[in-house]
């Protein structure tokens, strides 16, 4: 199973740019990399997901280097309502090589005024 | 993106009784979901996979007994925590995967949080 390492919190103000990375250094050539947010007593929510190169959505952006080792999260002028748990999973499902989406620590973003 | 619904949100049982959880995929159909728990400021713990018209794989260290699951349909399953005791007070959260090749993505319930008096 591909493990995933994300800092356990970060703190930012409105109107700054988030970058949340996360190591996947044993990902594998199939696994695809998926973020999620969860807000308290709420199931997590998917936000964007990428294999190689950069991939963009209306909510965020997802970098990923050439060797896919890690991946970065961008969130653009964060809000309030930003403030969560984001999640980095690496896996395919239960095709191809049978790993399964495991969620790591996560990391605590909160956004303050 | 693909909607799960997750029944009931929040319950409150004596110890002892049991307690059903359902999670239904509305606009898609799911082979397999996913049951997790999961504690306050702690991440999402897989509890078991569940496939539509076979048993469900459990993970090492969960009670097959204690928490059952069926996956009758391809559109539901569900979650029995089975003669509840205060320790199984948890915030309990489904998940299921839409199909869509080797990228397939989880979309998740709204959890229910259990309270076992």
């Known amino acids: 199973l591909a493990k995933t390492t994300q800092p356990i919190s970060m703190d930012s103000y409105e109107g700054q740019e988030v970058n949340i990375t996360c190591s996947h250094n044993?990902?594998?050539?199939?696994?695809?990399i998926t973020w999620y947010q969860q807000f308290p007593s709420q199931g997590p929510r998917f936000i964007i997901q990428g294999y190689k190169t950069k991939v963009t959505n209306e909510v965020a952006s997802l970098f990923i280097p050439a060797d896919r080792k890690s991946s970065t999260l961008s969130l653009p002028r964060v809000s309030l309502s930003d403030t969560a748990v984001y999640y980095c999973l690496v896996g395919d499902g239960i095709t191809g090589g049978g790993n399964k989406l495991t969620f790591g620590t996560g990391t605590q973003l909160k956004v303050e005024l | 993106g693909a909607v799960v619904s997750q029944h009931p949100s929040r319950v409150i049982c004596k110890s002892g009784t049991s307690v059903k959880i359902e999670c239904r995929s509305l606009?898609?159909?799911?082979?397999?979901m996913f049951w997790y728990r999961q504690f306050p400021k702690q991440s999402l713990m897989l509890m078991a996979t569940s496939n539509e018209g076979s048993k469900a794989t459990y993970e090492q260290g969960v009670e097959k007994d204690k928490f059952l699951i069926n996956h009758a349909s391809l559109t539901l399953s569900t979650l029995t925590v089975t003669s509840a005791h205060p320790e199984d007070s948890s915030f309990y959260i489904c998940?299921?995967?839409?199909?869509?090749?080797?990228?397939?993505?989880?979309?998740f319930g709204s959890g229910t949080q259990l309270s076992v008096l």
């Open positions: 998940s299921a995967l839409a199909p869509g090749g080797r990228n397939e993505k989880l979309f």
């Open positions: 044993n990902i594998a050539t199939n696994d695809y």
């Open positions: 606009d898609f159909q799911a082979t397999t």
